[in-house]
């Protein structure tokens, strides 16, 4: 049962314009969500975040959205630049009883920008 | 400066023969992970652990052990009845508890080849 869904394995933009990522997710526990980005061979690095007590947070080029009653996030990027070609992991979390629970990541979208 | 190191990089074993890759972090995280990454598939959780001397069955543990004996190692053993092995491996690891320490740093990976 997949928790966290990227329903589009891959996308493709032109450099300039907006890449828009999106990822759902089905367990109501969930209260933070990460978006990671990985190029090939090598480890994902950590993009930006988002906790459920906010629906916006944007870091430069980069913002999440999130839509809790849709239980549904996205990843903007504008301007898009041919760097930003990697795969993107959207994950997820929670916090009970102060303790973080494990990510669960969904299977990536491979976002390509043409220049 | 503080990381995670996983090595190495490359490897190649071969068939029935086990092998054991390597991941260290000086960051004093109290949790550490491994994932597999397979084309399309995404990041699959082969073990966790949260605590010394503690580790937990991700979803793909079959043909995998691990131990975690030391606060900063977490060494994964591929064995010979893992009947799938190549893929690239990456260990992460994570505060467990504090707020924004959702998020994990990972290793550069290691590409495992069966020959």
């Known amino acids: 049962d997949q928790q966290v869904k990227q329903n589009s394995p891959s996308l493709s933009v032109q450099e300039g314009r907006i890449s828009i990522l999106n990822c759902d997710y089905t367990?109501?526990?969930?209260?933070?969500f990460l978006w990671y980005k990985k190029y090939p061979a090598e480890g994902p690095t950590f993009l930006i975040s988002i906790s459920s007590i906010k629906d916006k947070n944007e870091d430069g080029r980069f913002t999440v959205f999130l839509n809790k009653s849709a239980k549904h996030l996205s990843l903007h990027i504008v301007p898009s630049q041919p760097g930003d070609s990697a795969v993107y992991f959207c994950a997820a979390s929670y916090t009970r009883g102060g303790s973080n629970y494990k990510l669960t990541f969904g299977k990536g979208t491979l976002l390509t920008v043409n220049p | 400066d503080g990381g995670i190191t996983q090595s190495p990089k490359y490897l190649f074993r071969k068939e029935g023969q086990n092998v054991t890759l390597s991941c260290e972090q000086n960051l004093n995280h109290d949790a550490m992970y491994w994932y597999r990454q397979d084309p399309g598939q995404g990041l699959r959780l082969i073990y966790y652990s949260q605590i010394v001397n503690d580790f937990q069955k991700g979803d793909i543990a079959e043909g995998y052990s691990v131990s975690r004996e030391k606060k900063e190692s977490f060494p994964l053993t591929v064995t010979s009845a893992q009947k799938n092995p190549t893929a690239f491996y990456l260990c992460?690891?994570?505060?467990?508890?504090?707020?924004?320490?959702?998020?994990?740093?990972f290793g550069s990976g290691t590409r495992l080849t069966v020959v």
């Open positions: 367990n109501s526990m969930f209260d933070y």
């Open positions: 992460a690891s994570s505060a467990h508890r504090g707020q924004g320490s959702h998020g994990y740093t």
